[in-house]
């Protein structure tokens, strides 16, 4: 039994932005990178499932684009538990159909039982990537899925997919699938620093990417949004912050 | 007649070889007890050796001797024991010295020094040690009968009421004070039959024996019927003392050999400098997960402890409602050693353990473990050296491997490990705080400095500290040091990461620190955080750096003493100073900041847990990080601090050094309701003040009030 | 025909409103603007709005969605109308086809956008980057269509009265490998949120579990109703039924008062449109601040201390 995780390194922004010289893109200065929140759920659920089936030979693989620096997020996977690592060597920052160009190859070599995808990332908030694999893989596919039950002899497996307003549709889909997963859906387990560093020990293979074809959009200019009008801001320490709140509040409810 | 008397008298031939056979029983009985003891701590995971052997023999003999752990904190008590034991080592060697007589001496060397001068001086001495003994007895006998301290009292924090399961303590206490207090009493029975059969007037050397003797003799027990007496007495002391030599191994007893052992097995730097984790050690060998993996010197350690309590008196978690006693962690590691490896498992005696099963669980809940806030205030009074903090550490090691930890805590390790603090702001922020200066500050990664100031987490990021970081700044640039930080490749020091038993990220942290360290230049590290000083200061060894680190109040003490800072106006207020436990229980460091207080002219008023016996606001150990797992209804940690202080009376300040107590103390004075009837001031704040420079320089969270120096 | 496709979002028998916003944001790029309703009865869903030229009844598979049928339909409408511009909404159902319609027809594709433009015939979309921080202008391939997942809120919604008239397109009924079995309703809870005038919520800021009774208590003084971010949902420290968000409630009180709340892309879809918006956050960058009406920087304990202790 196997199952394919993709990973994604986002970046995150802090309280300073600067763009680069092209104004199409945030200089690097200003960002850090951790491993995407969506990901070490979709991760964990993978290693759960594979401590619930408890067989020899199982193995959870995580997949990941980008350049060295990714490794990092790959090896904190390794570190919960994932048995191996994969990456798709490419440096440049791409959209999430690119995204699974380069990385249905490697999915499809694995011949997985069930892929996972997180839903989204918190940098690019597309929750794209997860069904445009799918359709690059042929395989069926759930978006947003909040608890699994598979049974992999019967082929198929019901999931819960959350909707809007918190309701949730009960799904039966055929496996091999492509399930897209959403927060909540466990408690990701801590990877502590042993084990990452045992992980750093271990090789990650790297592959080259493979024909993207056009990329889904090209970036003409970033910038920094409009605060929108009456953003206004309240001055001050706590104490007037929290008058001038109170003022706010007793009129507006008037 | 010759003062002197013979052991047998009135005992036929058979009589005193059933003697030696009981001799020989009661002293095998021992010995099997000790080698099953001896048994059961090699069991434990390591080697059963100490270093410096020597070193640690006279370490021992001079505590246990003069009973200078024992008598702290409670001299009556010490006291107490004092008697007891030189009472009972007196007459120990007392019989020792007839058995020499009668089974050496005389027989083989023909010598016969029992008489005369020598019986007297003999008599006088095992009566007043005697006496001594029964009046050790009686104090410990009020102690825990009548006095009944919050020490004594064997309830449990992590056990719902009643059910602390502790009768057989109880009465394994109070019949170990017995059978003592019945040796002394039949043997002082013994002695006065024995005057009574013939009233020597040499036995006036025996002056408790004598009296009582004439007093039975008032009564009519002389001649033959004293005699028959005596020989009844002879025997129950006789069997009664056997049988107690023999009970040492198996009861409460144990700990005459247990607890000076233990004594000689503390490491000096226990607590303070945690043991490494093993580069190649397995999931089931990080930390303490069975009762196996404790090495055998913990094992000595545990069979020391004779439940005198100063460490549930002490601990600020078994006093604010927390689940955790560390008398009671000991005591219930202590009863699965017994029933998985000691006597009680030989004899099948319930309640029965596996070797192998996990002490982390339903014996020792985590809860338990993660509500220690490795303050060292119990491994500080313990009177026989048991090192409860880094048993808990080892074990909570266990936990961090096996990943169950809250989820607040997990997730501020991960901060940690992503952002390199434990705010989870990015490390460019980190000299933020350098913004509301008019000066720049040296980048110590460019250029030389004198001091390396490590400024630490709390005192970079939080916004009440970063005032106190802005003016020592201030305060280190008019005093003319040359000072350099280390901007954003400063990293979390990794004290309490380490206490949490996450050592793999504290490695990690360290690597990096020692890294961007080592490639200043620089004389001393200075910090303000007495987390950073201490982990800098004690354990970074390993990395083979030769910093010399100094906490700000020892530093400021320097540069007022060497006139760089001149207090101008000495401060008029009466304070209350609070030892932060990482400076002082941890580094001894408990003058320097008192000196400085004097030399500003401040009034300081201790309370009455100061010094050695701070009471820990409750942030250490990594609780900051964690959830709250004390009681609802109990009061806090912090709380109960400033209610100590407020009791003092007419106090202006709450004096601290050390950013999380900052944070802890200003929450505490405002959720205890008694904002405004004190306020806290932070050591560099007052001595800023009394420098009386015309700077406005806001000194507390008076919501924007500013304040003239 | 150089339009506008949109496909028609509905649960449960009832249309969505994003439909309506959909039916607008098309109007920015010109060109006629066709509808496209996929049900088994698609004729129940009445999406005559203004500015609504075609209407395209798919009668397919089953009355809820499917994410196999939508996109055979799709591509098959694709391939007769052959549009400029797919606009679908940016949600749970959209997600789990319009990528992959995207990939396997090779257009171009960008999701949560919430703005749209026409530029020299070419389709320019805004969406926002870096967690909502940062804003940019996209460009496509011009010989290829483009599919956008329009974020909800982002364009008002189109009147009723349109004159637009329906007609059929009959597709074969792909199988579908993932299938509705039944929904779940999310368990109501003690209060209901999207009822009360004044909601005082929190996020992630909070730090841990054991902050919640401050804040209920701080509500209780306010008048507010407590209401909370998805973290700290997903944490299990507050029920479903209290969360703002895209996957909770969507919310429209007179005053929404935002402690230590960043404001992601899903949650601000959730309060956006709130009478007055005040938000409290340390990061004077956070997202939450592009919706707010007034905004502090501050850190939310001690703001919350203060209010704790206005009389």
Not at chain 2, 391 to 417: F, K, P, W
């Amino acid at each position: 039994m196997k199952i394919v995780v993709c990973v994604k390194q986002v970046a995150v922004l802090g309280d300073e932005v600067e763009f680069t010289a092209d104004a199409r893109d945030v200089d690097p200065d200003y960002l850090d990178f951790a491993l995407n929140e969506w990901d070490s759920y979709a991760t964990e659920e993978a290693l759960r499932i594979r401590e619930g089936l408890g067989g020899e030979g199982d193995e959870v693989v995580v997949v990941s684009v980008g350049d060295e620096q990714v490794e990092n997020a790959m090896r904190r996977c390794l570190a919960m538990g994932a048995d191996r690592a994969i990456r798709v060597d490419y440096a440049r920052s791409a959209d999430p159909i690119t995204v699974a160009r380069l990385l249905a190859p490697i999915a499809e070599r694995e011949s997985p039982d069930l892929v996972f995808c997180g839903v989204q990332s918190s940098d690019g908030v597309q929750a794209a990537t997860g069904t445009a694999l799918a359709e690059l893989l042929g395989l069926p596919r759930v978006a947003v899925v909040t608890r699994i039950e598979w049974d992999p002899s019967a082929g198929r497996a019901t999931v819960r997919r959350e909707l809007e307003g918190g309701l949730i549709d009960l799904t039966e889909v055929d496996t091999p699938a492509l399930l897209t997963i959403q927060t909540g859906i466990n408690q990701p387990r801590y990877a502590n620093l042993r084990a990452i560093k045992q992980a750093e020990q271990k090789e990650i293979e790297v592959v080259s990417p493979a024909e993207q074809g056009e990329p889904a959009y090209r970036v003409r200019r970033m910038f920094a949004p409009s605060k929108g009008e009456g953003a206004e801001i309240l001055a001050g320490g706590p104490a007037d912050i929290a008058r001038r709140i109170r003022e706010i509040v007793e009129e507006r409810l008037k | 007649m010759t003062p002197t008397r013979s052991t047998f008298a009135g005992l036929s031939t058979w009589e005193i070889v059933f003697w030696y056979f009981l001799i020989a029983v009661s002293t095998a009985i021992f010995v099997w007890g000790v080698v099953r003891l001896v048994l059961k701590y090699r069991r434990g995971r390591g080697p059963f050796y100490f270093d410096r052997p020597l070193t640690r023999l006279r370490r021992a003999a001079v505590v246990v001797l003069t009973h200078s752990w024992i008598k702290r904190r409670d001299p009556v008590a010490g006291a107490g024991h004092f008697l007891i034991f030189y009472g009972f080592v007196v007459l120990f060697i007392g019989t020792a010295i007839l058995g020499f007589e009668d089974d050496f001496a005389k027989p083989v060397l023909g010598w016969d020094f029992f008489r005369n001068e020598f019986y007297e001086v003999y008599s006088l001495f095992l009566d007043v040690f005697g006496a001594a003994l029964i009046v050790g007895l009686v104090v410990m006998a009020y102690k825990r009968g009548i006095q009944r301290p919050f020490r004594l009292r064997y309830w449990r924090p992590d056990r719902p009421e009643g059910e602390d399961g502790r009768r057989l303590y109880v009465i394994g206490d109070w019949a170990f004070l017995g059978i003592l207090f019945f040796l002394a009493l039949t043997g002082f029975l013994l002695e006065s039959f024995r005057i009574a059969e013939t009233n020597p007037s040499f036995e006036v050397w025996s002056p408790l024996g004598w009296t009582v003797a004439q007093a039975f003799r008032g009564l009519g027990l002389t001649g033959t019927t004293a005699a028959d007496a005596h020989f009844v007495q002879w025997w129950v002391h006789g069997v009664a003392a056997l049988g107690f030599v023999a009970s040492i191994p198996f009861t409460k007893a144990v700990h005459m050999l247990a607890s000076p052992a233990s004594v000689a097995s503390r490491d000096e730097q226990a607590g303070r400098a945690l043991a490494p984790i093993p580069a190649d050690a397995k999931p089931d060998e990080v930390g303490y997960g069975t009762i196996l993996d404790l090495p055998p010197r913990y094992l000595v350690q545990l069979d020391a402890c004779t439940k005198c309590g100063k460490c549930h008196a002490a601990c600020p978690a078994t006093n604010s409602g927390y689940p955790l006693s560390p008398r009671d962690l000991i005591l219930d590691l202590r009863e699965v050693a017994e029933g998985a490896l000691g006597i009680r498992h030989e004899l099948h005696l319930e309640p029965l353990y596996g070797s192998k099963e996990s002490i982390i669980g339903d014996i020792i809940r985590p809860e338990t473990l993660w509500s220690c806030m490795q303050c060292m205030a119990c491994v500080e009074i313990c009177p026989v050296g048991i090192e409860h903090v880094p048993i808990i550490n080892q074990m909570r090691r266990r936990l961090v491997e096996r990943g169950e930890m809250d989820a607040t805590l997990q997730q501020t390790l991960e901060s940690i490990y992503e952002t390199g603090n434990s705010f989870g702001e990015a490390s460019r922020k980190r000299a933020r705080w350098t913004r509301e200066l008019d000066f720049d500050v040296k980048d110590i990664r460019k250029e030389p400095a004198e001091v390396l100031w490590f400024v630490g987490d709390y005192a970079s990021f939080d916004p009440r500290n970063q005032r106190v970081t802005q003016t020592l700044a201030r305060m280190l640039r008019h005093a003319g040091v040359d000072f350099g930080i280390l901007y954003d490749a400063e990293r979390n020091a990794g004290c309490d990461v380490r206490r949490v038993g996450e050592e793999g990220l504290f490695n990690h942290l360290r690597e990096e620190n020692v890294k961007a360290i080592s490639n200043c230049t620089f004389d001393r590290i200075l910090t303000w955080d007495p987390h950073s000083f201490h982990t800098l200061r004690n354990e970074y060894g390993a990395f083979d750096v030769d910093w010399h680190v100094v906490h700000h109040s020892q530093f400021l003490l320097e540069l007022v003493n060497d006139g760089r800072l001149a207090p101008k106006k000495p401060l008029d207020y009466r304070i209350t100073y609070h030892d932060p436990c990482t400076l002082g229980r941890y580094n001894g460091v408990y003058d320097e900041p008192r000196q400085l207080l004097a030399a500003i002219g401040t009034e300081l008023v201790e309370m009455p847990r100061s010094r050695d016996n701070s009471f820990c606001c409750g942030a250490g150990g990594g609780r900051i990080w964690m959830n709250e797992l004390k009681r609802d209804d109990a009061p806090r940690p912090s709380e109960q601090r400033i209610d100590e202080a407020l009791a003092l009376g007419g106090v202006d300040y709450f004096v601290v050094c050390c950013p999380k107590d900052v944070t802890m103390y200003e929450d505490a004075i405002k959720t205890s309701g008694h904002q405004g009837e004190i306020e806290l001031r932070e050591l560099t704040e007052l001595v800023w003040e009394s420098l009386d420079l015309v700077l406005p320089v806001p000194a507390g969270d008076r919501g924007g009030e500013e304040e003239h120096a | 025909m150089k339009g506008t496709l949109i496909v028609a979002e509905h649960l449960r028998g009832e249309l969505r409103e994003l439909t309506r916003e959909l039916v607008t944001a098309a109007q920015q790029l010109g060109g006629p603007v066709t509808v496209a309703v996929i049900a088994a009865d698609p004729s129940e869903f009445d999406v005559g709005f203004q500015g609504v030229d075609e209407i395209v009844n798919v009668p397919l598979g089953r009355q809820e969605f499917e994410n196999d049928v939508y996109q055979v339909a799709l591509e098959a409408l694709i391939a007769d109308r052959e549009p400029h511009a797919v606009l679908l909404g940016f949600t749970v159902n959209s997600m789990g086809y319009g990528p992959a319609v995207a990939a396997k027809l090779g257009l171009g594709f960008a999701s949560d956008v919430h703005g749209l433009a026409l530029e020299a015939g070419a389709v320019i979309a805004t969406r926002s980057f870096y967690g909502g921080k940062v804003d940019a202008e996209l460009e496509f391939r011009a010989d290829r269509a483009v599919v956008l997942l329009v974020r909800p809120t982002a364009f008002a919604p189109a009147a009723d009265g349109g004159k637009a008239s329906a007609t059929e397109f009959a597709i074969e009924l792909p199988s579908a490998r993932a299938r509705h079995l039944e929904f779940e309703d999310a368990a109501a809870g003690d209060v209901d949120i999207t009822t009360a005038d004044f909601l005082l919520s929190v996020g992630r800021g909070i730090g841990d579990k054991e902050a919640i009774p401050q804040f209920e208590q701080l509500a209780d003084k306010l008048g507010a109703v407590l209401s909370v971010s998805r973290p700290l949902v997903d944490a299990g420290w507050m029920p479903n039924a209290r969360q703002v968000g895209q996957s909770g409630k969507t919310v429209k009180p007179k005053v929404y008062l935002a402690l230590g709340i960043s404001g992601a892309v899903q949650h601000l879809a959730g309060m956006k449109t709130s009478g007055t918006i005040i938000a409290v956050n340390t990061d004077p960058e956070a997202a939450i601040f592009n919706v707010a009406h007034f905004g502090a920087v501050a850190d939310l304990f001690d703001v919350a201390a203060e209010l704790e202790k206005l009389p």
